[in-house]
């Protein structure tokens, strides 16, 4: 409590704050917490905090409070509220419809008497209760959340909507674990009621990007949750934690902004029963344990249709190629719920002709496939090729129901080959034109560094402070043009000092 002055009013009790809608409530060593906005129309306790600013002690007190202007609720409870301390009313449960509901708390008689300052004796309060939605759910939070909301029941570090997004979008979703040491704190991303078929099926997908830290002890995890009794109940529908779900390798230096190339897209499968009550709830649920951060973007929830093929990667040309002439690979997979028996997948590169295929092939649902496509022939450089898949056809007849994933693309170059003899002292930029650096784990990698042997710079490799065992990172030259050699001579200059006492062999 806290102490009121010496010429404060002898009886003088006012609300201080919403416990439910909105607030917090001290239980023992924990805290309880209660939204503000809700997914759904239900029934909440109304609770609100008293504080008797006053300096006689209170031991009866009228409570109450309205919702939306309507009709006053009352209670007369006996107390003990010395001067300075609080007492939480409870009411029973009142039901709250969609929309913004305006709740009124209030104080009155205090110990039977008058309060002698009226003027704080009301407080206002809002609850929010979101309607429901149709499918299909996008979210990219480009812009301030409408349907969904934050819960932070610790009331400690949680959801941020940070800039860019994913593909220099406006906006992303993410929690800082790294810089908050919350172990188990769970902070949720909650949807409004989300409005679905009965026995039809979803997907729901979503962007991901985090690095873990490289300690098993400090393994953030990400958990989906689905309710489908207006969040009453949940089940727990995705859940990785640590390596699986790090998409970008691991790191002991915050994650706060994530490279194009670390992003990688799930997608969860929601079978026809899971949805049976013909309405759902969803959470996305961070639990900490002081790792590093996550990030969400472009969140969706679409209906399953008969037809579905999607373009599922490009294997082949890798990102670089040594000859212009390329022979595409592309991955397809089922996603809608009839067996395909036929379909057509097509590319090109950059903005170049359209090169095609007919596949008669039998795929089932959820299975997938690997096909060549027609060679064609560009120019030395970096190019963009663009794969897309069209016209499954299933008993049900042809077309695909579904055409935001039909379309993929992927960046590669044609190498120039350089004549020999060849030499790189790594003197001007790095990596030098035509040099590539090999660090699938985005961790510690080759660099540039002062001095060199007997010249200003060296190419260097940190394995002292990388942490992280097992890594391989890979330096690779430009394509040199060796025509007519009967033999290749490779020369370098090389330092290294191992650990002293080390009796493992080092292949650094």
Partial sequence: G???PANAPLLDVAPFASVSPGGFELTGC???SFPDTLSCPGNIIPKFRVVNNGLTTITTLTVGYSVNNGAAVTQTV???IPSGG???AAFPAVAVGTGNNSFRFFTASPNGGTDAVPANDNLTKSLIVLPPIPVPVSEGFETTLLNWTIENPDLDFTWTRTTPGRNGSAGKLSIDNYNFDGINNKDDLRSTAITVEPGTSYFLNFDLAHKNYPDADYYDSLSVLLSTDCGQTFSRIYYKYGPALSTAGSSDDEYRN???GDWRTESISIGGNQVASGK???IFRNSSRYGNFIHLDNINLVKVGARDLKVNAIPFPAATACTGQVTPSVTVENMGTETVTSFRVGYRIDNGTILQQVFTQTLAPGATTTVSLPASNTGFGQHTLTAFSYDPVTVSGTGDTRLNNDTLQKTFS??????????EGFETGFPPSGWQIGNANNNVTWVRKAPGRNSTYSLFFDNYNNNVAGETDELKT???NVTDADSVIVTFDVAHKNIAGQSVASND
């Avoid at 190498?415 to 060849?422: A, I, K």
Wanted: hydrophobic fraction near 55%; aromatic fraction near 12%.
């Fill in 30 to 32: 924990g805290i309880i």
């Fill in 86 to 88: 609080f007492y939480v």
């Fill in 78 to 80: 006996t107390v003990n």
């Fill in 280 to 282: 759902i709830v969803l």
């Fill in 414 to 423: 044609v190498l120039q080959p350089l004549s020999t003899p060849f030499f």
């Fill in 478 to 480: 430009p394509l040199l």
């Fill in 258 to 260: 994530p490279a194009a």
């Fill in 2 to 4: 806290s102490q009121p």
